[in-house]
C-alpha cells in the first residue's frame, strides 16, 4: 500500500518541527514572559526611571530641603552684634561673633593666599568644589590612627559649612556641605571664593577674617604682613584658640613653621626663605584696646549676658544693652591708676631693660620696625622706643617715624647718673611721650617702665548702686583677671569701719575711751592666744574712739570688737555687702579675713546713703534687636544700718580725711569727703576706700601673688593718691555736697583727746563738735586734771590726778611702775617724784627729749614702804635692767608671774575672747 507524506510534527517529521496546538490542526506557540516582551522591557525601563528620579529627587529633596541657595552668598553680611551702651547714650563696645574688617583679595597678600592653599586645601585651584582624593586620603589616614586624624574639607567647604550649616558632626551634615560646595564653586570663580573665606574664617579672640586678626595681632593691615606673619595667621584656620600666639605662643609657632614647609613642598617658596621664616621668633603687637575704654567692665557685662542669655543671642542677635558706665568717670579712673601704679613701681626700682633688637645680627637700627609703631604716639601714652645712640649725658630714640633726644632728666627716677648705665644701641624700652611736635616728628619723652604690680578701682553712685567706673588691673591685654570683682584679699584696717559701726548701733559714742596697753586676747575654750600691735608699736593709753579710728589703733579696735560682740559686727557686716567668709576671732577687726574691692565698696557707700544699701549692678535695661525690653534693672535695696549710725559714722570718717591716716584727701580736693585707709601687716595689701555724698569709689594695690609692696606702702601712701587722681577729676563738675544730718543727730563741743564735755571752765586745748545720737551725749566735763593725765605715758594714765596735778598711786602700784619700767623710770626726792626719762616721758618723744616730772600724792608711810620694797634707794646713775623679751620671761624686776609682754616690755593685760 502506497502510504502519503507525513503530516508535519507526524513520526517522520523533521527535527525542530512544531506540533499542532491544541486549538486546531496544527496548534499555536504560548507567549513569552512580560519582562522578555519589547514593551514588557520598555516598561521595566521606564518605572525603574521614574522610580530612580522619584527617589533621587525624595532624597534630594530631604537632604537640601533647609539649606539656602548659594545665591543669597551674593547678599551676604555679617551677623547683628549686641551693642553696649553707656549711660549717657554713646556706643560703649559690641559684641560678635563676626568682629571683621571686610576687605578685598587683593588687599589680602599673596603669601597668606598661597599658605591657606598649601595648608587646608593644596588642590582648591583643581577641584570642583570637592575632593575625592582628599576624601580618600582622609578615610586612609583614619583607618590608620583609628581616630579622625585628617580632615578632608576643601576651602570651598569649609566656606558653605561656616555660611550656612551647623557645626552638628553628622553624614547629612557632610553630604550637604559636599551639595554646596559643588554649587558655590558653579556660581563663583575661585578668587570670589577666597575673598568670602578670607572674611568669613575665625582667627581666635573674636576675631574673623584675616584683616581684623591682621590688626588684632601685628598691629598692621594684612597687606603689610611678613612671610613668617601670614604664615602665623594660615595656621590659626585649623585651631585658633589652641594656636593663639599670646595663649600659646610656642605651639603658635610649631604650627607656623609647618605652614611654611607644606608652602616648601607645594613649590611656593623657596627652602631658604622658609628657613628664614623660621629663625623668626613670634612677636605680636601688644596694643590696648584704647577702643574700648571699660575692658574689665565690658567682659563683666559679657559674662552676665552669656550666662543669661546664651551665646548665640549675645553674640548674633544684636541686644541692645544699657548700662551704668559714665565714660567721664571710666577714663579719670584709667588715668589714676596708669599713673599711680606706676608711681609705686618706680619706687620699688629700676629693672635692666632686657630686649635689644642687635642680638639678631640681621637687624638695622635704620630700617627696624616695632608692630606697636603702627599706631601714632600720643601725648600721656607709653609707647616702645628704638635706642638708636648713646652718650654720657644724652641718648637719641626713634619711635617710628619719630625721633626724641633725651638727657638725664629723662631717667631721674632711676637713679642712674648716666644714660650709659641705663641704655646701649638697639635696645627696645617703654617711653612716656610728653610732647609731640607732629610737623618736626619729633617727640619729648621719658624712660618708664610696665609695672609689676597690680591694683584695682571701682566707684558707685551710692543713692541707685550703678557702678560708674570699674578698673579692673593696670593692663587688660596682660591679664584679664579682673581685681575689682574677682579677687578676695586682706582689707587690713579698712575693715574697722563695720567694728565702730556695730559698737555705735550698741549705744556706743564716739567720745567713749578704751585704753591702749599691750594686750593679749585668750580663746577660754582653746587657749589659742593672738597678741595685737600698732602700726608704729607703741602704746597710748585712754584713746577715744574718733581717735582710735583717726590715727587706726589696732588695739582699740580689737578691744572694741571683743566687747561690742563678733556676731553682731558680722551681721552688720553682710548687711552692708560683705559676702565673703568671716570668722568671729579677734583678728578680724583688724581686716584679716579676705574681701574683694566691690563688695568693700559696696559696704562703704551705705554711710553716705543714710544706712541704705542699693545693690551694685551694671546694666540698666536689655532690650532685642526689635526693641523689646527683654531685662530692666530693678536693684535690691536694703536698709542695713540706722540712718543716725550712718550718718555719725560719716562724720567720723570724715576725720580721717582732715586729720587723720587719710589727711592728704580734703588737703587735695578741698570739699567734703570720708573714707578709710587699709593696710595689711606685711604690707602686701593697700586700700582706700572713700566718698563724697554723691560718689563712691575704692581702691585696692598689691600683687597678685601675695607678697609686700615695700617699706611705707601703706594704704595712705600707695593707694590714696590714686584715688584722690580719680576723685579730682571725678568731681571737678559737681558741687561741694554736704552730708545729710539726721534730725535726731546733734553736736556737742567736746576735748578731742580726752573726750569729755568742752566747756569755758575747762580751758580745752583742743575743743571739737562732735556728733552724737540724741541722748548719748557725754555729761562729765573736760578739766585741766584730765588733761594733764592724758599726756602721761600709758602706764600711767590709769591712776586719777588731783587738782594739783599730782599722781594719785599705792604703794604696790608704784613699785610696779619702776620695776617694770627697767630703768626708765625712777623715783626721787624720797619718794616725792617720780620721773619718766627720755622717750618714755610720752611715748613718742624722740631720743633726747626732755625728762617727764610727776609729782606723787603719797603719804609718807606709803613712801618708805615703796623704796624699801624696790630694794634701795634709787640712785640715778644706775644701770637699767634688761627689758624682757615681748612674749618671754621677764627679766629682773620684772612683774611676778607674767608670760605676756608689749613691745616695750612691760607685761599685757590678758583679756578673754567673749563667745557670742
Known sequence: MIRGPAAPGGPGAAPGGTSAGPGGPGGTPPPPPFWRTRSGIAWIVIAALVLAVGGGSIFGYLLTFDIPEVRHLQDWKPAVVTTLYSADGQILYQFGAEKRIVVALEQVPKEFVEALVATEDSHFYEHVGIDPWGIARAVVMDIIHFRKAQGGSTITQQLARSLFLKSEKTMRRKLQEMVLALQIEKAFTKDEILAFYCNQVYMGHGRYGIEAAAQFYFGKPAKG????????????????????????????????????????????????????????????????????????????????????????????????????????????????VFDGLRVVDKRQGF????????????????????????????????????????AQKNATIRLGDYTAKIGPEAIDWTRKSSLKQVFKPGDLAPFLVLAVDEPKKELRVKLDQEPLVEGALLSIDPPTGEIKALVGGYDFNRSEFDRAVQSNRQAGSAFKPFVYAAALDAGSTLADSIFDEPTVFVDPATGDEYQPNNYYRKYYGSTTLRQAMEESRNIVAVKLLNQTGYRRTIDLARNMGISSPLRPYPSMALGTMEVSLIDLTTAYSVFPNQGVR????????????????????????????????????????????????????????????????????????????????????????????????????????????????????????????????PANVVYLPIDRRTGLRATVESNCPSPFLEAFVEGTEPAQGC???????????????????????????????????????????????????????????????PDGAADLHVRLDLSRGERHQAIASLGNPPDPQATPTPAPTPGGTPGPGGADGATHFGVDGRPANTIPIKPD
Open 225 to 336: 604682613m611678613a612671610l613668617e606673619e601670614a604664615a602665623l595667621l594660615a595656621g590659626l584656620v585649623q585651631r585658633p584658640e589652641s594656636f593663639s600666639p599670646l595663649r600659646s605662643p610656642d605651639l603658635a609657632k610649631t604650627r607656623r613653621n609647618h605652614v611654611l614647609n607644606r608652602m616648601v613642598e607645594e613649590g611656593k617658596i623657596a627652602r631658604e626663605a622658609a628657613d628664614a621664616a623660621i629663625a623668626k621668633p613670634v612677636v605680636v603687637a601688644k596694643l590696648p584696646d584704647e577702643d574700648n575704654i571699660a575692658p574689665y567692665f565690658v567682659e563683666e557685662v559679657r559674662r552676665y549676658l552669656e550666662s543669661k542669655y546664651g551665646a548665640v543671642a549675645l553674640y548674633q542677635e544684636g541686644l541692645e544693652v544699657h548700662t551704668t558706665l559714665d565714660p567721664a568717670l571710666q577714663r579719670a579712673a584709667n588715668q589714676a
Open 351 to 390: 629693672r635692666p631693660l632686657k630686649q635689644n633688637v642687635l642680638t639678631d645680627a640681621s637687624v638695622d637700627l635704620a630700617t627696624f620696625k616695632h608692630p606697636a609703631w603702627g599706631k601714632p604716639p600720643l601725648a600721656g601714652k607709653l609707647r616702645f622706643g628704638l635706642v638708636t645712640e648713646v
Open 614 to 741: 542699693v545693690e551694685p549692678h551694671f546694666i540698666r535695661y536689655v532690650a532685642d534687636r526689635e526693641g523689646k525690653m527683654r531685662e530692666e534693672a530693678k536693684a535690691k535695696v536694703t536698709e542695713a544700718l540706722r540712718a543716725d549710725v550712718a550718718y555719725v559714722m560719716t562724720y567720723l570718717l570724715e576725720g580721717v580725711t582732715e586729720s587723720g591716716t587719710g589727711s592728704a584727701a580734703s588737703q587735695a580736693l578741698n570739699r567734703v569727703v570720708a573714707g578709710k585707709t587699709g593696710t595689711t601687716d606685711d604690707l602686701a595689701d593697700a586700700w582706700f576706700v572713700g566718698f563724697s555724698p554723691s560718689l563712691v569709689a575704692g581702691v585696692w594695690v598689691g600683687f597678685d601673688q601675695k607678697k609686700t609692696l615695700g617699706e611705707g606702702e601703706t594704704g595712705a601712701h600707695a593707694a590714696l593718691p590714686i584715688w584722690i587722681d580719680f576723685m579730682k577729676k571725678a568731681l571737678a563738675d559737681r558741687p561741694n555736697e554736704k552730708f545729710t544730718k
Open 783 to 845: 578739766s585741766e586734771a584730765e588733761h594733764f593725765r592724758i599726756s602721761l605715758p600709758y602706764y600711767l594714765q590709769r591712776f586719777s590726778v588731783t587738782s594739783d596735778l599730782e599722781l594719785q598711786v599705792d604703794a604696790d602700784s608704784l613699785v610696779k611702775i619702776v620695776s617694770e619700767g627697767q630703768g626708765e623710770v625712777e623715783l626721787l626726792d624720797g619718794g616725792k617724784e617720780l620721773v619718766v626719762h627720755g622717750a618714755a616721758a610720752t611715748g613718742s618723744a
